[in-house]
């Protein structure tokens, strides 16, 4: 009982005041704990309430009716010291997300490396000293060393997570998915026979080793699943592999494929016919005939907003072809500029760079011409967009087919996305394993990123602000040992709407 215990005032010879919680044994008085010695009354204060509750802790019995003062919850504005400023709360919110993606079952060390890909992008060494710094959460180097390398062999799982996140989250039923490519550039020179090599580079890199990425994501840009490739790949050649896979994967659904021109290739076309696909393609009009340009420039007569479908030739799929004015006006400067452009080269007996309308000649003193050929072709074309397809109209309108194929923004978002705000690129590993892990991880984040970013309509720049607007000051009373953690005004959070998706409390 605490009747047990006393709390005991007493003068030493210094002049201070010592506080102690004494017994009574056998007619002696026994100190069961010294709390400490005050010089002023604020002091003596501050220790007598710190005794209290020492009483209280040491009874076997604590009392009914705890006797600790109000003053207990005073802190002494001369003895507080700041000890930390950290950002639980935005790693609490974090992990919320990575629950509502399917990712809790994984290890925490890939949740945690996956959501600072959100908070602070930066090398594996670096990020394990700010989860320290931020969450006060650690990992020691051996065990990051031991489980990056195995996370490649949750590659399945994870995409898995992501198929089901989209399902229960978005409604999503998989009749249409969007495919794309980018590449990312290594900081260094050294390819390899495998995966690095140089390429047609994105990210005008092409003096370093890049590899391919190939994603799949859906209307909204949710990612699904991505492989990586040699970064000489062509593009065209990785789209079936992924479609093929998320097809093995999922054999309940058999989505529309919409991917950009750089995926048509009559061999790409056959193949996914041949598997029973149906897809929307950007359409090379470029590389067709003068006569079907011409039919096509007939037809559409340079009306705003004309559109037509059209056998495509010696192929067993239709173009849909549509005209705008506003695109016109764009193709017309575009046009204009390349062509001046030409004239200056040629003027110059300079190729140029990927300079287009410009034509090796037989003619020494005029070794370039302007390609006449060329510039007709490309004048027909302004203001015409074309668009590859095998889906027949009454099964889907060329309205539809159109606005199918716009949503390949969504993609490019997503990339962008990953290159800019969770900074995919560069890469500075080099063995294939980590290369592929620091994909997979990118990929992860990527899920929490577009999840949040749908859910919310805010952007991930807008969402991480938020969250690290809330943070903890820990405060310790010196003089009673008392740790008092303040947390900042969570208002943001609330009008925002985030506290409904993450953490409600």
């Keep these: 009982m605490t009747g047990d215990l006393k709390i005991r005032k007493v003068q030493t010879a210094s002049g201070a005041t010592a506080v102690q919680i004494i017994r009574y044994a056998n007619n002696k008085r026994v100190v069961v704990q010294h709390v400490g010695s005050a010089h002023t009354e604020d002091?003596?204060?501050?220790?007598?309430?710190?005794?209290?509750?020492?009483?209280?802790?040491?009874?076997?019995?604590?009392?009914?009716?705890?006797?600790?003062?109000?003053?207990?919850?005073?802190?002494?504005?001369?003895?507080?010291?700041?000890?930390a400023v950290t950002h639980t709360f935005t790693h609490e919110a974090l992990l919320a997300c990575c629950r509502e993606c399917g990712l809790s079952g994984f290890h925490q060390l890939y949740q945690d490396f996956a959501l600072m890909r959100i908070i602070e992008p930066t090398s594996k060494l670096r990020t394990l000293a700010l989860l320290e710094r931020y969450f006060q959460v650690s990992y020691s180097r051996r065990t990051v060393c031991r489980l990056l390398p195995e996370l490649l062999t949750h590659k399945a799982a994870i995409e898995k997570a992501a198929y089901q996140t989209a399902k229960k989250h978005f409604g999503e039923t998989f009749s249409l998915v969007l495919y794309d490519v980018t590449t990312l550039y290594f900081e260094s020179h050294k390819a390899d026979d495998e995966l690095l090599a140089k390429g047609f580079s994105k990210d005008d890199k092409s003096k370093q080793p890049q590899i391919v990425v190939g994603l799949l994501v859906t209307p909204q840009g949710f990612p699904l699943m991505h492989n990586v490739y040699k970064g000489n790949t062509f593009e065209g050649h990785t789209m079936l592999d992924i479609v093929k896979t998320f097809q093995r994967h999922h054999t309940d659904v058999k989505p529309i494929i919409v991917g950009d021109a750089a995926m048509l290739s009559y061999q790409n076309?056959?193949?996914?016919?041949?598997?029973?696909?149906?897809?929307?393609?950007?359409?090379?009009?470029?590389?067709?005939?003068k006569s079907f340009l011409e039919?096509?420039?007939?037809?559409?007569?340079?009306?705003?907003?004309?559109?037509?479908?059209?056998?495509?030739?010696?192929?067993?799929?239709?173009?849909?072809?549509?005209?705008?004015?506003?695109?016109?006006?764009?193709?017309?400067r575009t046009f204009e500029k390349q062509v001046e452009k030409a004239k200056i080269l040629i003027e110059r007996k300079e190729p140029g760079k990927r300079a287009k309308f410009v034509k090796k000649s037989e003619n020494l003193k005029q070794p370039y011409l302007l390609d006449d050929t060329l510039k007709v072709k490309t004048e027909k074309l302004l203001g015409i967009k074309g668009y590859c397809t095998n889906i027949p109209e009454d099964q889907l309108s060329n309205n539809e087919v159109i606005s199918h194929y716009h949503e390949l923004w969504h993609v490019e978002q997503t990339f962008r996305m990953s290159k800019t705000d969770l900074r995919t690129r560069p890469i500075f590993h080099y063995t294939h394993d980590a290369v592929k892990s620091h994909v997979l991880l990118c990929f992860m984040s990527l899920m929490m990123g577009k999840f949040l970013e749908i859910k919310t309509g805010l952007s991930i720049r807008q969402i991480k602000d938020i969250l690290w607007s809330v943070h903890e000051a820990h405060i310790i009373d010196s003089l009673t040992g008392e740790k008092v953690i303040l947390r900042t005004n969570l208002k943001e959070y609330y009008d925002s709407g985030l506290h409904n998706l993450l953490i409600k409390h």
């Design 295 to 332: 039919s096509i420039e007939a037809k559409l007569a340079h009306q705003d907003g004309a559109i037509l479908r059209l056998p495509y030739p010696n192929c067993s799929y239709d173009i849909v072809c549509a005209f705008s004015e506003k695109r016109y006006k764009k193709d017309k």
């Design 269 to 289: 076309m056959q193949m996914l016919e041949a598997e029973g696909y149906q897809y929307i393609v950007g359409a090379r009009l470029a590389n067709t005939t």
């Design 43 to 83: 002091e003596l204060t501050a220790l007598c309430s710190k005794a209290e509750r020492l009483r209280e802790s040491l009874c076997i019995q604590p009392s009914l009716f705890s006797e600790v003062s109000q003053s207990s919850r005073l802190l002494h504005m001369d003895h507080l010291q700041l000890n």
